[in-house]
């Protein structure tokens, strides 16, 4: 493979799971708040296609408002969890480069982007959401788990060659960090960004701010449905 993954500093320390066979398509998941691409890598190697690559960059470590300034690894500085929260412009902003410099990496390296799914749980989830929709590249999907669109007050719509975007969103209904109206509220938003058909919204009876077999199994299908094997 050409290409160094030197030049692309998420790309570096990512968990990267190898397809079985060529890969002619790639998943690029995000942790949430706190967490670390590891636990992420371990579930979707349980759903991994063969010919699929699974990319699960780690977050750089920042201080974060809502956790007293503390240093955890996060995406963008996060002030509160509701949707009249304040949000961290810039740092959303950035967080999306970075992400959209893995998919360039990728496409340089013989994946186009129409052949990548970008996926992500919490606060990944959302920074998959807005690095999809503010992308040049078309992609193949979003599994957007247990989150909300940022800057969802002032969105523009979705780039051009986004606009029929397939995007599942997956959320528990007794979440208590991301309520699920909050998720809801998310998903019609999104109907009035791309296409409204190609937004799906799947709810879990009982479900916290965790996933479960069933959504894994929503999102397995989801990766076959649009990275089939060529």
């Not at 109907?191 to 709810?203: C, E, G, Y």
């Amino acid at each position: 493979m050409c290409g160094n993954n030197m030049s692309v500093p998420l790309l570096a320390e990512a968990v990267t799971l190898s397809g079985k066979e060529k890969e002619t398509a790639a998943v690029i998941f995000l942790h949430g708040l706190g967490d670390t691409g590891h636990g992420w890598a371990e579930s979707l190697a349980k759903i991994q296609p063969s010919h699929v690559k699974i990319i699960c960059p780690h977050a750089p470590i920042i201080p974060v408002t809502l956790n007293m300034r503390s240093m955890v690894p996060a995406w963008f500085d996060l002030m509160g969890l509701s949707p009249d929260s304040p949000e961290d412009e810039s740092g959303i902003k950035r967080a999306a480069e970075n992400i959209k410099a893995i998919i360039e990496h990728e496409a340089r390296n013989g994946i186009p982007s129409n052949r990548i799914i970008l996926g992500g749980f919490s606060q990944g989830g959302a920074l998959s959401l807005y690095t999809a929709l503010t992308c040049q590249h078309p992609l193949a999907g979003v599994v957007a788990l247990s989150c909300w669109l940022p800057l969802h007050k002032s969105f523009p719509s979705a780039s051009g060659c986004n606009k029929n975007l397939p995007i599942m969103q997956c959320h528990g209904d007794m979440d208590a960090m991301i309520p699920r109206q909050f998720g809801a509220m998310t998903a019609e938003k999104l109907k009035f960004i791309v296409n409204p058909q190609m937004v799906t919204f799947k709810s879990y009876p009982g479900l916290g701010h965790s996933s479960c077999p069933e959504e894994m199994a929503a999102v397995k299908e989801f990766i076959e449905k649009h990275l089939p094997r060529v």
